[in-house]
Nanobody, 118 residues
Framework: QVQLVESGGDLVQPGGSLRLSCAASGFTFSTYAMSWYRQAPGKERELVATISSVGGSTNYADSVKGRFTISRDNAKNRVYLQMNSLKSEDTAVYYC???????????WGQGTQVTISS
């Protein structure tokens, strides 16, 4: 049974930091690229960051470049999103997504709420 379980979401003040974690099970994690997406109320889900299957390549949305860092630990079947200098516009539900192949096929987690507010 495939599972992706996000954790680490919280309410933090602007300028603060959070580290999200996504624990994967039920598939060969090291063969899948991983992404973090987010969806704010009333908006479409958007791609935040992507990391290749072995971690050698990363990409970020322009809105988070220089503030967020995606990483993975294939030995622990986990992917992380370190978020610094958080802004109110980062408020959203954050989802991890595992995918591979062309066209890509993958799995979604259930999401974790991140709220940035003073």
């Amino acid at each position: 049974q495939v599972q992706l379980v996000e954790s680490g979401g919280d309410l933090v003040q602007p300028g603060g930091s959070l580290r999200l974690s996504c624990a994967a099970s039920g598939f060969t994690f090291s063969t899948y690229a991983m992404s973090w997406y987010r969806q704010a109320p009333g908006k479409e889900r958007e791609l935040v960051a992507t990391i290749s299957s072995v971690g050698g390549s990363t990409n970020y949305a322009d809105s988070v470049k220089g503030r967020f860092t995606i990483s993975r630990d294939n030995a622990k079947n986990r992917v992380y999103l370190q978020m610094n200098s958080l802004k109110s516009e980062d408020t959203a539900v954050y989802y991890c997504y595992a995918y591979r192949g062309l066209p890509p096929r993958g799995y979604w987690g259930q999401g974790t709420q991140v709220t940035i507010s003073s």
